[in-house]
């Protein structure tokens, strides 16, 4: 190449004597006096390389790229670098050509970029890029990538893009949305997901669809999510059951967990089915993290009657814990910690060691003692924390103490593995928060369990409208949602009849749907899918507690991409190029 005759890290003994070129950035600077030490980094490693002439390296800074010739020669046994892949050679320099000088202050150490504000990072993304523990994550993430495009090829899957510009579609989060400059007052719609197009590839006659898609969905952000775009593996099946995609995802993930997963124990093939309405009950999350040991149980029927007013009426979940030996203080600071994170209060008891209830709420339970003991197998130094109220409220903050308790206390949180699991049979509808009308519980594409029987014999009837299963599932790994997918609802009729319960009759199907609608009317065959996302994969498979860490160029918390400026204000030729007014308050 014509700035180097090797990498970084490729000399051996092979080169001693040689004459070679490196080219890379100047890592550091060792002045002792007459002698300069610089180490040399690229993107496969560090050489270092040694100039014995001042004015070769006068005015360079660190950072700067360099190109360097010079004679390879074995080090001094007492300066040897077992750490780095050349540390038995160095480079005796004598030429250097500048290809890029560092001018400016760097606004943080580059091997130290990981322990800087995240708005500072994400500023200076290039410079934090450089820091070769964040480089080799955007490299472990390609290879990953690669892997997952060799697998789905093997299994006969076919991969396709599908259009990025495209119309708004009720997929559960909000579009982005695009002005149209050929036809005024319209606007394109960035996809969510390529989910209407994938089952249009099925209507057309492919058989196993794949792509890396990129999703947009204008959402906020968390630590297992961006906001603005995150990436997904789209897969889609014709002529599948629900056990067939199942079966292809295990077949795909298992591998990429032992191969590229930080933990070497992976839940074996096939995984663990949990319903939906089971999670819940058990863990208080549709997400439920199996390496933590405990489970919820439920106490309505126990404690019912015993004047503490917060449990009257309500249902009441508890998690228990032997051995307990935390102080009050660190109760505290568990009930806050619960409150924080749900906004409902959680309350406590202990028992002590004649097998008495004590502290926190245990005056009112007195004469439930025995009952309680029975149910949650209490003995002499048992904790028991609970949470009551609504019942969906009550196991979701029964699921965050479990999640709390079983990483706080030692002896409950088995990390160092991939629990995997499949969880199904996820409603159909639920009640909407905000609009307290009947709504999609996750997918309205899914495929109802029973068919239209199901829908014909709920209509009209809420419960049973709730009771309705889908043919849906999630993969959770290790407490997150790692892939979701669906039995597709390809039968027109049955579609229309879904989309009916929530109050869309047969012309907004076919006003909101067309493309969708008018191709199963020419024969769709029956297919289903799923999408794991690829960011929370890699996520997952490195360990890292932050999503944005395994992403090239991510937004911060507040969808801004602070290196780029973006969101930023454009030229209102620009606005009325595509017929674009902003009204200011």
């Known amino acids: 190449m014509a700035y180097r005759t090797h990498n970084c890290n490729q000399l051996t003994f092979d080169q001693l004597n040689q004459t070679v070129s490196l080219a890379g950035w100047v890592d550091t600077i060792r002045d002792h006096g007459g002698v300069i030490f610089v180490d040399l980094r690229d993107e496969y490693g560090v050489t270092q390389v040694v100039f014995h002439d001042d004015a070769l390296l006068k005015g360079v800074r660190k950072e700067s790229v360099i190109s360097v010739t010079g004679k390879v020669v074995k080090r001094d046994p007492e300066t040897v670098n077992k750490k780095i892949a050349t540390g038995e050679l160095e480079v005796h320099v004598t030429e250097v050509t500048v290809l890029g000088e560092c001018t400016r202050t760097l606004p943080f150490e580059i091997s130290e970029s990981k322990d800087t504000r995240e708005d500072v990072r994400l500023q200076y993304r290039f410079l934090d890029l450089r820091n070769p523990q964040v480089h080799e994550s955007i490299l472990f993430r390609s290879k990953v990538v690669a892997f997952l495009r060799q697998k789905m090829t093997e299994m006969g899957f076919t991969e396709i893009t599908t259009p990025i510009l495209t119309c708004s579609s009720p997929e559960g989060a909000r579009d982005y949305i695009i002005p149209s400059r050929k036809h005024e007052g319209k606007f394109y719609a960035l996809p969510q997901a390529p989910q209407q197009f994938k089952q249009l590839l099925m209507t ?19 630590a297992d999510r961006t906001p603005g775009e995150f990436y997904q593996l789209d897969m889609e099946m014709a002529f599948a059951s629900q056990a067939d995609v199942l079966s292809v995802l295990e077949d795909v993930l298992v591998p990429v967990f032992h191969k590229f997963g930080k933990y070497k124990r992976v839940s074996a093939a096939p995984f663990r089915h949990i319903p939906y309405n089971e999670a819940m009950e058990r863990y208080g999350s549709d997400k439920p993290d199996l390496r933590i040991d405990l489970e919820i149980q439920d106490i309505t029927a126990e404690v019912q009657g015993c004047g503490f007013t917060p449990f009257e009426g309500a249902t009441v ?20 910690d619960v409150e924080v994170q749900t906004g409902s209060k959680a309350c406590w008891v202990k028992v002590d060691e004649n097998g008495n209830l004590t502290g926190g709420v245990s005056k009112f339970l007195t004469d439930c003692k025995d009952a309680l003991t029975a149910k949650l197998n209490l003995k002499p130094g048992s904790f028991v924390c609970m949470a009551a ?14 999640t709390m308790l079983g990483k706080r206390i030692p002896g409950h949180f088995d990390e160092e ?46 419960d049973k409208l709730l009771a309705i299963k889908a043919d849906q599932y999630d993969l959770v790994v290790n407490g997150y949602e790692s892939a979701s997918g669906a039995v597709r609802n390809h039968d027109p009729e049955i579609m229309v009849k879904a989309f009916e319960m929530v109050g869309l009759g047969e012309a907004d199907v076919k006003a909101k749907f067309p493309a969708m609608y008018n191709a199963f009317t020419y024969g769709a065959p029956p297919h289903a899918g799923a999408a794991p996302g690829v960011d929370r994969l890699i996520m997952l498979l490195t360990g890292e507690e932050s999503i944005r860490e395994v992403i090239t160029f991510p937004m911060n918390k507040n969808a801004q991409d602070l290196m780029m400026g973006a969101p930023t204000t454009v030229d209102k030729s620009q606005l009325d190029t595509v017929h674009i007014a902003v009204l200011e308050e």
């Open 417 to 462: 593995q991939y629990a995997l699991c499949w969880i199904v049979d996820f409603p159909m509808y639920e009640i909407g928060e905000e609009s307290g009308a009947l709504e999609f519980c996750h997918n309205p594409f899914s495929m109802p369990q029973g068919g239209l029987k199901a829908l014909e014999d709920a209509e009209g009837d809420m």
């Open 389 to 402: 109220g609504k019942k969906a409220a009550a196991q979701k903050t029964a699921g965050v103490i479990r």
């Open 317 to 336: 979940k508890a998690v228990a814990v032997d051995n307990f030996t935390q102080a009050r203080k660190w109760i505290d600071k568990l009930l806050a």
């Open 204 to 222: 057309s006659g492919f058989d196993r669809y794949f792509q890396i898609a990129p999703c947009f969905r204008d959402e906020d952000a968390r």
